[in-house]
Each structure stands twice: as C-alpha cells, then as structure tokens.
C-alpha cells in the first residue's frame, strides 16, 4: 500500500489561509469517506483534527475545514496563526482493510 | 481522563524480538478498536497494526506481515504489540491509538515508545 500524496511543505502568513492536498486513488481515499486529519508538533503525538472528510472532534477550532473531491482530500487552514506550524498528515481507509498515511506537510506560519 | 499509555521499548540486536503494551483508562477499552502507528526517526507516520474491540479480528501492514502479532486483554485494558524478526527499519517511535469505529479514525494517542533495533 502506497502513502498517500502529500506536498512537503506550505506556508502562509497570520490571517491567511491555506490548503493541504491529499491524493489517493480509487482504493482509498476515491472510494470511502474515511479520511482523517492529523497535527503533529515536534515531538508530540499527533492530534486528530479532522476525520471523515470533514468533520471537527470536539474542541477544535472552527479555521480548520476539510473536503475531497474525487481521489484528492483537502484540508484547509483559516486565519492563520503561529501556533498552526506544526506537521499535517492525512490517513484513508483503505480497501485491502489497511490504513494508509500521506508523507505529511510541514506547515510553515511565516 | 481517557489516557493511553506505551511501554515496553528499548534496544534491541537486528534479528530480537521485543513486547510493547499500552495501558488504557478512562473509557471502556472492549468497545474499540485499537491500533499501533510507527514513527521512524525524521520520517511521516506509518500504520503497523489493527485489532477490533473483541480481540478477534487483526489487521497488519504488509511490512510487518508475518513478524508482528497485536493482542488485547480486555479483562486488564491492555493491548500488546509483539514484534519478532526485528530489522533495522522498524526503529521508531511505537504509539498506541484508540479508533473511533473500526480502523479508520484516532481520537486518542499516547505519548509514544521508542524501539531501536540496532547491533
């Protein structure tokens, strides 16, 4: 099972906002709806931010968004702030009943 | 306070085996699905393994096919992850995680155990 695609890095300004792709294929994230968001800062366990495409746990800001279209998930970052900078990876069930990570994001808040 | 917490790490020679464990508080852990997710030094996230709430389904990556075996014990809220055939790359960090449903979403981690398999 191959990662997901993820671009390395992006940054943006405080305030601005941002997207993270995510490409898959059909066996993951083109055919369930079981994607996930992760933070990850420096030496901490990730966080879940978003899952099942779109949707926010509890207690996680309302900048933080997420769509698919077709093979490619998406998450976007609103209002921009410092304390966003930190690694983002996507996750996608997969249909050989495995999980599938992307590389990850380094999100730089400049 | 819902808490995992990984044990077990260590060093270990190229060709060893060694025992993880994760303890869970503060929710009911049969109800769950559990996983282990690796972290290589440097490197993104990798899903290693996967176990159902009953213990009587298993899911493995195929880097670890055949040399890592996941369990729980529902009776003491552990789960364990058993790695033999140990290589080079399968130094990382070890974490633990609770899925929402049935693999597909972690709501919970814990802090993380570090294997280095190393001679």
């Known amino acids: 099972q191959s990662a997901l695609t993820q671009p390395a890095s992006v940054s943006g300004s405080p305030g601005q906002s941002i997207t993270i792709s995510c490409t898959g294929t059909?066996?993951?994230?083109?055919?369930?709806?079981?994607v996930s968001w992760y933070q990850q800062h420096p030496g901490k366990a990730p966080k879940l931010m978003i899952y099942d495409v779109s949707d926010r746990p509890s207690g996680v800001s309302n900048r933080f968004s997420g769509s698919k279209s077709g093979n490619t998930a998406s998450l976007t970052i609103s209002g921009l702030q410092s304390e966003d900078e930190a690694d983002y990876y996507c996750s996608s069930y997969t249909s050989s009943d495995t999980l599938v990570f992307g590389g990850g994001t380094k999100l730089t808040v400049l | 306070e819902v808490q995992l917490l990984e044990s077990g790490g260590g060093l270990v020679q190229p060709g060893g085996s060694l025992r993880l464990s994760c303890a869970a508080s503060?929710?009911?852990?049969?109800?769950?699905?559990m996983s282990w997710v690796r972290q290589a030094p440097g490197k993104g996230l990798e899903w290693v393994s996967g176990?159902?709430?009953?213990?009587?389904?298993?899911y493995y990556a195929d880097s670890v096919k055949g040399r890592f075996t996941i369990s729980r014990d529902n009776s003491k809220n552990t789960l364990h992850l058993q790695m033999s055939s140990l290589r080079a790359d399968d130094t990382a960090v070890y974490y633990c995680?609770?899925?929402?449903?049935?693999?597909?979403?972690?709501?919970?981690w814990g802090q993380g155990t570090l294997v280095t398999v190393s001679s």
């Open positions: 503060g929710f009911t852990f049969s109800n769950y699905a």
């Open positions: 176990i159902s709430g009953s213990g009587y389904t298993t």
């Open positions: 059909s066996n993951d994230v083109g055919d369930y709806n079981y």
């Open positions: 995680a609770k899925d929402i449903r049935n693999l597909d979403t972690f709501d919970i």
